[in-house]
């Protein structure tokens, strides 16, 4: 089971692997804040909104006097989780990441029953498993990956390939 998004961060032209550190650790800060912010306006990976929440869930969440809105939500251990799950180091100054969901132990919810783990009840989300509906929330949008590049490559001086979540570089570069 996948439970997080590779990305890897690739230099055009040499950068000091501090810098490269630097531009990682940006990245991943940017990466989290834009999921988390996108998720909680219900809204996927392509900026659409979520699949609504079934009649029962919707009674459900009623009757215990929370949110409708699908913004995936509930306790927030699930979007708090998400962070940096792995960095890889590679002699050409080139990064692998994976951004991803933490692990949680399950956790009883008022005494009702026990939920499933933050990185388990992700993918459930993302690839709609069990009696969730898919909802592609762990990932960015094109606009979210290209402004990302952008302020990469100001930052850095450098313009920066952001790929695995698929290709964006600073504008009017080819």
Known sequence: ???????????????????????????VSRFVSAVVRRTRAGLDTKGRRFKPYS?????ELAA???ELGVDLWRTGGMLGSVNERFRQWKDQGQDNLLVGIG??????????????????????HQKGRGHN??????????????EIAREMAKMSG?????????????????
Do not use: C
Not at 2 to 26: E, N
Not at 55 to 59: D, P, S, T
Not at 108 to 123: K, T
């Open 1 to 27: 089971m996948a439970d997080g998004i590779k990305v890897t961060m690739k230099p055009v032209r040499s950068v000091s692997v501090l810098d490269h550190g630097k531009l990682a650790d940006f990245f």
């Open 55 to 59: 009649k029962a869930y919707l009674k």
């Open 64 to 66: 215990r006097g929370e």
């Open 103 to 124: 692990p949680s132990s399950a956790v009883s919810n008022s005494g009702q029953h026990n939920r499933p783990a933050n990185n388990v009840l992700g993918f459930y």
């Open 133 to 146: 509906e898919k909802r592609k929330w762990l990932g960015l949008t094109r606009r979210e990956r290209k």
């Open 158 to 174: 450098a313009i920066t390939e952001v790929r695995g979540t698929s290709s964006a570089r600073a504008p009017g570069k080819k």
